[in-house]
């Protein structure tokens, strides 16, 4: 049979695939959309690993034993294949048995929303459909991407928008900017990926055309990795944690040099006065000067009046990557940043302002209409139960327990059973070892995978899930001008089904099937969703081509926005004709409302509070821990397409390393209370002293030898379960201290398991 082309998206981009005698053999970026050849090219090895589910499988202990054999054997015991009525029956009556004794929010609808770039084949939205559907559950709430983001920005600007969709176009940097300051820096790395994929990669292109025309760079960040590769940039690399901190000392020192636009601050912006003054330490004795931050974050005076130098004048654009909030007190370098750019006086202006992400993500800035990707509707969740999305430990350790959030107080459900699609929270989730401990907990778990990841190895059910390249989809982002029709590639493999049928078959053997499905197949569903489209595209007098016309294209291109994003344009424009859903209606830079909730870890402004952990803390020896993202892979994904002979890299600054006698190459062990892992030193010139930099996404293993040693090199063993604030209770990872030394261990043996 000839070789059959078909284009498809994946999360890191659009691509274009080869099938030869129903296999999928090879792909390649789609056209010029800049998308990484490597990450595409991985994919028919991810579609086709050995590590492949074929067929249902279910805990030996628990197969015998149900609800009764209790946790400890998970990850241990043998799995044993069965058929699927078994497994399905299995499924539901374990839900029928804990929704009836315990209540509906006993069970947790765990899944993240990366598995898929297809919108309607969305394993988060399926399984909370169908578990809405199915009586409840205890839900999830916020992310770990910009948890901290998501609690105070309302609080801030009235909403998260600024950070989950809206960017000043990067156009508008290109023409108006004199300078971009990065707190947080651009990491081109990053821009390899886009949540629902991408035909378009521009990041590196904008960057370019904006140093090109002589913006000025200044990178924030302790890793001279995180400035574009080709951008003369201005690099100040400060202790990690600490950007608060220089954030309030620009801001007090623009209100004592006059540059404050007190204008802007009287009309748009509520509590600037309580602001100052705190600035200027009339309420805690400490004026935030240069001197002050400068020795908080470890740099110079000299390197701050460099800065101010650049930002005193001209068109200033001042933006945070999303890591910053990761850590102790998250939500204040976010506020700060708002509170600095308010003094500058320059948001909603072409190339002005501030803007979140831009270091983080493809797609932030771009040209892109909103709302032309379709996706599946959800269900009312009945039980009406929700935590905080970084507190899985906690509500399956604490059941019954009140936790403060967001000026709530949120009952920690007694979690009995556990249904995860879509996720892998051994990767994500902090401190993995207590994870596993708090694994062994819930009386049922069930897991929707593809793949032999560490969660699917330590379920008690597991359903083979088909991957993007086995089932019919639409896919895209908002923050990309293009809708790709998904077409399926080739056969589901073995036994894998559609997350869609395996919910609709427990939805049939639980006497809900209509809730769910809505009478709807795979092809009317994507018709139907399709339809959401073209009714947009009517209402804005956009051309949109019927499904038959969409499918057969393959794709969609979007016309671009009538004029370039300007984040809070018409607010700027006509506060009082456009104004922010706060309750002054105007931009918060003290919120009574946050004042009421009385939190300590979270006052009622932007303000520096000490870190638990961080370098201002560190005894003898400890590092400070920055973790991010890897630069040939989505989190977890694509893990099992790398070779697996060796762990992973860690870099360390040249000064640290040979104060521990450790050489480029070695293998290395990084410990702290919370546990160990290996991982391979990469000594680097790039690096401040006193920070290791490591990538997340190496696959959970425990060493069996060594209690608490992770043998792959996934940092999350030693990052702590601990939140943001009370306000936000969002992940936290990036305040993390270690120590490091040369590993002389033997009989460690490599593997994904």
Known sequence: MAAQRRVSLSHWGAFEATIEDGRFVSA?????GGADADMIGALPALVHSPLRIDRPHVRARFLRHREKAGGGGRGVDEMVPVDWDTA?????????????????????????????????????????????????????????????????????????????????DWRTIAQETDVVVAFGGLNPKNWRVTSGGAGNHH???????????????VIVSPNADDVPAGVDATLISPRPNTD???????????????????????????????????????????????????????????????????????????TAAWSLQRADHGEQPYWALIALAAILGQIGLPGGGFCFGYGSLNGVGAAARRGYVPAMEGLPNPARSAIPVAAVIDAFTRPGEEMDFNGRSVALPDVRMVYWAGGNPFHHAQDLFQLERAWQRPEAIVVHEPWWTPTARRADIVLPATTMAERNDIGGSSRDPHVFAMPQLIEPLAEARNDFDIFGSLAARLGC???????????????????????????????????????????????????????????????HSNPLATPSGRIEIYSERVAGFG????????????????????????????????????????????????VEPVSISEADAAARSIRDGDMVRIENDRGACLARASVSSDLRLGVLVMATGAWFEPDKATPMLERNGNPNVLTANRRTSALGQACAA????????????????????
């Open 244 to 318: 608060t901190a220089l954030m309030l000392a620009l801001a007090r020192r623009a209100i004592t040099r006059g540059r404050a636009d007190t204008a802007f601050l009287d009309r748009y912006v509520e509590g600037h006065e309580a602001f100052s003054a705190y600035l200027a330490g009339e309420t805690d004795g400490v004026e935030k000067t240069f001197e002050w931050a400068a020795a908080i974050a470890g740099i110079s005076v000299n390197e701050l009046e460099m800065l101010w130098s650049i930002i005193r004048q001209g068109r200033v654009m001042l």
């Open 734 to 753: 990036l305040s993390t201290l270690v120590r490091v030394s040369r590993f002389g261990g033997a009989g460690i043996e490599k593997g994904a398991a």
């Open 28 to 32: 390649r970026p789609w056209r010029d």
């Open 88 to 168: 399905l029956d299995l499924v539901a009556s374990q839900l029928e048995r804990v929704r009836d004794i315990y209540g509906p929010a006993s069970v947790f609808g765990g899944s993240y929303g990366w598995s898929s770039a297809g919108r309607f084949h969305h394993a988060r939205t399926q399984v909370r459909r169908f578990l809405a559907a199915a009586g409840g559950y205890t839900d999830q709430v916020g992310n770990y991407s910009w948890g901290a983001a998501h609690a105070i920005l309302p609080h801030v600007l009235g909403n998260a928008d600024a950070v989950s969709s809206d960017a000043t």
């Open 599 to 646: 939190y300590r870890d979270c006052p009622p402004h932007p303000a520096w509070i000490e870190p638990l952990e961080w370098l201002g803390a560190a005894t003898d020896g400890q590092l400070h821990l920055v973790t991010n993202q890897p630069a040939k892979r989505l989190h977890s994904q694509l893990y099992q397409t790398q070779s697996n002979n060796d």
């Open 203 to 217: 990041m590196p292109r904008f960057v370019e055309q904006a140093a090109a025309r002589g913006v000025k760079f």
């Open 513 to 575: 099937a209509d809730a769910f499905t809505n009478g709807l197949d795979e092809p009317r569903w994507l018709r139907r969703l399709w339809a959401k489209t073209e009714r947009i595209g009517a209402a804005e007098n956009v051309e949109v081509p019927d499904f038959d016309r969409f499918w057969k294209d393959g794709m969609f291109a979007v016309p671009e926005p009538e004029s370039p994003e300007v984040m809070l344009k018409d607010f700027r424009a006509d506060p």
